[in-house]
Structures are given as C-alpha cells and as structure tokens.
C-alpha cells in the first residue's frame, strides 16, 4: 500500500513542474485537442473555459482536476492504470475516510487530504496545502502550493486508499497539547520530554478522558499529594 509520505512526494513534485492544468475530469492526461474536445463534449464546465484551456493544448501540459490529482498518484501518474472501484470524487472521499473531523482540529501531519465544498487538496506541512485548481489568483490553472490558513477549508480526513504513520511524540491539535508513544494517546502522570527531540524532560498530566495535557493547576499524584503543573504543563517542583 502506498503511503502519505509518498503522496506528499507525488504533489509536491507537481507542484513544482511548469506545465499542469487544471481541466475538469482529468487524471494525469496530456492535453491535446483530442482530449480537450472529449472533456468539453463529457462536461460543461470545460466547454465554457474552452477558450482558456485551448492555450494549452499540444504543448506538454498533463491534466488534472483536484481529485485526479490523487487519483493520478493513486495510479501510478499513467492514466492506462484507471480503476473504476478507485475513481471517487471528493465527497466519497471524505465519507470513506475512518479518521477525519473539522479543520481546527487537523493534527500536523503532512499527507493528510483538505477539504472544502466541491474541492480537495493534499496538506503536505508546515502550513501549505497543494491542489490542483483554476485560479489566477492564487497563482494560475494547475497544481499549485498554497496556504492552509484563510483559504475556506473546513474538513480534513485520511485518505483511505493509503497508509499513515501512526503520530508519535507532542501533538498540537485546536491548541490542545497530547503526546503519543507507538501510535497510543498518553493519559495520567507521565515523564516525557519536554519538546519533541529535547533532552530535558519532567513530569506532565494528561485529562485521563481525553489525553490533553493540563496545565496551570494543580494534580493529585498517586502519593496522594497535591503537585503543580506551570503554564507549560510541566511539574513546577512544587507540591502539597
């Protein structure tokens, strides 16, 4: 099974390239004018941008929608390789996917799929989504590398057709701190580091009903005793 680092590889590596075009249905195929006249016949979106996508044609450009995107990396960048049981648009894409929510709480992990009404795009970390779209104002008719704040996402979700590494260490999500140990949410007392890759560590609580790190307060420890935790979450060094 492939994997979500291989698909941040697949649309950053198209992102990159200066000749993609958004063309709706497409899948990784060359425009030429005998692909353009079959997907202006197939779709009305395409005939009514015909005058725009005919720039395009018999110049090496290699077509894609946003979902074709994927589809493309899916199939291996050959359009020969379609799958029906494969070909989803974005919404059976979102309702597939076991693990998803709203898009503040969208833990940081590059590969996860963004989602707004009609319209999908691959997060591929530190704050940029690519996707495949037809917008001169966000930088032309293609595959693109844009921001993932202020540009109307509200879903996130695996996809379900690829694998995940299971999340490991500090995880922020909605401003809520966890941490994960071989894929497993940490509740209660733990000695952790106290950032990811750091050689200080202390003692951290974690809400035994939902992992989130507290802070600012103070825990009862199994001696019975009460500790405090600083605005960091970490043990103070104080108790009582």
């Known amino acids: 099974m492939k994997t979500s680092k291989d698909l941040v590889e697949y649309v950053k590596k198209k992102a990159a390239e200066p000749?993609?075009?958004?063309?709706?249905?497409?899948?990784?195929?060359?425009?030429?004018?005998?692909f353009l006249n079959q997907k202006c016949r197939q779709l009305t979106w395409n005939e009514k941008n015909q005058s725009i996508l005919q720039q395009y044609v018999n110049q090496g450009y290699q077509a894609f929608d946003c979902c074709g995107l994927i589809k493309a990396f899916l199939w291996d960048d050959n359009p020969a390789n379609y799958k029906a049981a494969e070909d989803e648009n974005e919404a059976t894409m979102?309702?597939?996917?076991?693990?998803?929510?709203?898009?503040?709480?969208?833990?940081?992990?590059?590969?996860?799929?963004?989602?707004?009404?009609?319209?999908?795009g691959v997060?591929?970390?530190?704050?940029?989504?690519?996707?495949?779209?037809?917008?001169?104002?966000?930088?032309g008719w293609g595959v693109l590398t844009t921001k993932l704040k202020g540009r109307g996402w509200t879903d996130w979700a695996e996809y379900a057709r690829i694998s995940y590494d299971k999340p490991a260490g500090w995880q922020q999500v909605e401003g809520c701190w966890f941490y994960?140990?071989?894929?497993?949410?940490?509740?209660?007392w733990r000695w952790l580091p106290v950032s990811n890759g750091s050689d200080a560590?202390?003692?951290?609580?974690?809400?035994?009903?939902?992992?989130?790190?507290?802070?600012?307060?103070?825990v009862k420890f199994t001696d019975g005793k009460l500790y405090e935790l600083g605005k960091n979450g970490k043990w103070t060094g104080n108790h009582k």
Do not use: D
């Open 19 to 34: 000749k993609t075009i958004y063309v709706l249905g497409s899948f990784g195929q060359i425009l030429t004018q005998e």
């Open 201 to 218: 560590w202390g003692w951290f609580y974690f809400n035994p009903a939902n992992g989130i790190m507290q802070a600012n307060k103070w």
């Open 123 to 139: 997060y591929v970390g530190n704050g940029e989504v690519v996707e495949c779209t037809p917008s001169e104002a966000l930088g």
């Open 180 to 188: 994960f140990l071989t894929g497993e949410m940490l509740k209660g």
């Open 94 to 120: 979102l309702a597939r996917a076991k693990v998803k929510g709203k898009i503040a709480t969208m833990p940081e992990r590059a590969g996860i799929l963004v989602f707004m009404p009609g319209h999908v």
